[in-house]
């Protein structure tokens, strides 16, 4: 059997001296991990790199086989990056969060689309990438089934003034409602309350940390804790650069 469709390289290891095997997240056919004859010499290094988008396809005698991928180029998004090492640490934290945490073989063509949306504007000149990273992991916990509800305060209703988020519920509670919690509840970013928030920070880079704080809570104690697992290196090397660098290209 054999099917083709679009895929985002996610990972490569080696497997023998010639081949990789090689994990795609797909458009129609989700997380999908097959082996690429001959991959691992100069061409194939570069083709499989985490990000790159690829015409693929795959074969196998049966569906649940490891299968082979024969593949070609759409657009090499990574290349694009290796002058900017904040930007390609958050394509490679994206890359490592999607192999690690999503379901293999199962299509979430949602998350398929708003990675070809981050991988276009970590690539392009869109100002404010740091904002449409965080709302990534949002949606990405939103397609693993933990969606955070920031459509009103959980403690009163209210629908304005949004500025924090109860680490029990992923619910947004707002100003006044969580005075009395101080350093309790998770700071929500103006960016993220879609109008319903306080004021931006003073420091575009202080919402951005707020918001990747914010994520990393939700999908270490849902996504990763329950099964005695960490989030993937990369991402935390993403969080680690971002705290250290003073300006973000852009902003």
Known sequence: MHWSDTGIVLSA???????LVVTLLTEGHGRHTGLARGGAGKLGRALY?????????????????????????????????????????????????????????????????????LLQALTG????????????????????????????CAATGATTNLTHVSPKSGRAVSADAALPYGKKMFRLP????????????????????????LTGFFLDSHIFHPHQRKPPPARQRFVERFGMTSTISGI
């Open 49 to 117: 790199q985490p990000g790159n988008e690829l015409s693929c396809t795959w074969s196998g005698r049966l569906a649940e086989h490891l299968g082979n991928w024969k593949v070609e180029a759409r657009r090499l998004w990574t290349a694009d990056l290796l002058d900017d090492p904040l930007r390609l640490s958050a394509l490679s934290a994206a890359c490592s969060l999607i192999d690690a945490a999503l379901p293999e073989r199962e299509p979430h063509p949602a998350l398929f689309g708003a990675t070809q949306i």
């Open 190 to 213: 103006a960016f993220l309350a879609g109008g319903r928030g306080g004021a931006p920070a003073n420091d575009p880079q202080a919402d951005i940390r707020d918001g990747l704080a």
């Open 13 to 19: 290891r080696r497997h023998g001296e010639t081949s």
């Open 125 to 152: 000149d869109e100002a404010h990438w740091p904002e449409i990273y965080v709302r990534w992991e949002v949606g990405l916990l939103t397609e693993l089934g933990f969606g955070l509800d920031l459509s009103q």
